[in-house]
């Protein structure tokens, strides 16, 4: 049980689950350090148990997976509390209230069954009745509510192992694990956390708004500039899988800081794909579930604003093959076709945002935004070329025989050299810190640049003024500097 692959943000979570099956509404977690005697805490104000259903709590295996459950239940093996913490620590001490009735309490101490059952007794698992001889007072919050629930882990084994008070970095490792803690119930619970009057409040080393978790939603659902795909319902007999995509929108359009937020605990190119949620508890988190065609798709660049929202009821784990830690899910094979279609819609316009840094998703007009480079074919090869058919080549294609040839040799210098290998490299590596067109540029710079287009288009293709300043508000380097067009001149 201590070896299902919990880790400590999904083993927590696992225990927030029970928070929230028993109606809590507020969970409060506390890390406290202490070298190899550190604890960890969390305490709801849920409906609390009585001693014979914390005992039943208490048994691994409590309720039989098949079992009819509540809709809005999100257990299903009756292992979560047991597993989970076992996978953490070696002693887990539960007291609960329910209201009107006393604090019960139970623990299990690996190291007490281990000598239990090394002395050859037939009774080893023994579940005690109290906290461990100087832990009583751990459970004191308890005491101060009407109802509720408290678990506590002692003997962190997994976490801090035999570190000293005095170990300064081990310390320090174990807050930055409450801190992962944090982001991880931000993104898992962020349907339960959102609004201004959320069904759940988690706290965290504290009891104030500064220590309660700040939802992460993973679809920027609030944002202008987000794409968002209409919503599917799949039917798997009786029951509905509701499906719906989202592009994100580009850099370009966000500030850094929202930028930084919507990453997520895993950066951008790791929380694409799908999210799957059961009962709104998040499962999956970014994850293109083995789709794709030929082969899986893998988590590209090119693809990192994609991400694809999954609700699915409690009552087709089976189908979804839903593991213990609820970490894990994978489609059943009637919906992988329809899954992977409406994939494939979201992931092209997400490549097209990305491609055109943004203008795509909040492009209206008719009138294409034009580009300096095209993308071409040759002997089955992505090659680009420079467009031979803009106003500014033309114009100097015109210019005379000599300069022609001259010019047609510099731009096909130009298209042959494209350093594509090392723009791919630099995207890998730094995938967001590549510039703007103009970026930092002095404004006489670009209206330099934008009166040499703009003669060229008044010269060459015969535009009246207004036509002319239309046509550089939709070419691409200048989309931003729309403010800029009031500076160039009328020439007759």
């Excluded at 699915?312 to 784990?317: A, G, H, T, Y």
């Excluded at 609820?326 to 494939?344: C, M």
């Excluded at 909040?362 to 009138?367: A, E, L």
């Excluded at 934008?450 to 239309?470: N, W």
Aim: a neutral charge; one cysteine or more.
């Amino acid at each position: 049980m201590r070896a299902f692959g919990y880790t400590l943000e999904t083993a927590l979570a696992d225990l927030i689950d029970n928070s929230i099956s028993a109606g809590a509404k507020k969970v409060w977690l506390h890390f406290h350090w202490s070298g190899r005697n550190s604890r960890i805490t969390l305490t709801d104000d849920g409906n609390g148990m009585d001693e014979a259903e914390l005992v039943c709590a208490m048994r691994p295996g409590s309720r039989h997976p098949l079992e009819q459950r509540d809709p809005k239940d999100l257990g299903r093996f009756g292992l979560g509390l047991k597993s989970a913490s076992f996978s953490q620590c070696r002693r887990l001490t539960v007291g609960s209230r329910r209201s009107g009735d006393p604090i019960a309490v139970r623990r299990w101490d690996l190291d007490y069954l281990a000598e239990v059952s090394s002395s050859g007794s037939d009774s080893g698992w023994r579940l005690l009745r109290s906290a461990a001889p100087g832990s009583e007072a751990f459970l004191a919050p308890l005491e101060e509510r009407e109802n509720g629930t408290m678990v506590l882990w002692e003997q962190l084994d997994r976490i801090v192992g035999d570190s000293e008070v005095s170990d300064t970095s081990a310390q320090e490792r174990f807050y930055q694990i409450a801190n992962s803690v944090v982001t991880h119930l931000a993104m898992v619970f962020h349907r339960f956390l959102e609004g201004s009057r959320p069904r759940l409040s988690i706290y965290v080393n504290g009891a104030d708004e500064e220590h309660r978790i700040t939802p992460w939603d993973p679809f920027m659902s609030s944002h202008s500039a987000t794409l968002w795909q209409p919503q599917e319902t799949i039917t798997l007999g009786s029951q509905k899988v509701v499906v719906q995509g989202f592009v994100l929108p580009h850099k370009d359009k966000l500030q850094e800081e929202e930028h930084q937020f919507a990453a997520g605990p895993r950066g951008w190119n790791s929380q694409q794909g799908f999210y799957v949620y059961r009962n709104e508890r998040m499962l999956v988190a970014g994850s293109w579930l083995g789709l794709g065609k030929p082969r899986p798709w893998t988590k590209d660049e090119h693809y990192k604003l994609s991400r694809i929202s999954i609700d699915i009821p409690n009552s087709v784990d089976g189908e979804w093959q839903i593991d213990v830690k609820k970490s894990t899910a994978r489609p059943p094979a009637r919906v992988r076709k329809r899954l992977r279609q409406l994939a494939e819609l979201v992931r092209d316009k997400a490549r097209q945002v990305f491609a055109h840094r943004g203008v795509y998703s909040s492009r209206r007009q008719s009138t294409e935004v034009e580009h300096v480079w095209k993308p071409g074919v040759r002997d089955g090869r992505t090659i680009y070329r420079i467009d031979r058919g803009s106003a500014a080549v033309r114009q100097l294609m015109q210019a005379g025989q000599q300069v022609s040839k001259e010019l047609e040799s510099l731009l096909k210098l130009l298209e042959e050299t494209v350093p594509v290998q090392q723009i791919w490299l630099d995207v890998a590596e730094r995938p967001d810190t590549h510039a703007r067109p103009f970026e930092r540029a002095e404004d006489k710079i670009v209206i330099e640049v934008m009166t040499s287009v703009y003669r060229a288009l008044r010269s060459v293709e015969r535009l009246t003024h207004d036509q002319a300043c239309k046509r550089l508000g939709n070419m691409a380097p200048f989309r931003e500097h729309m403010h800029l067009l009031s500076s160039i001149v009328c020439e007759e």
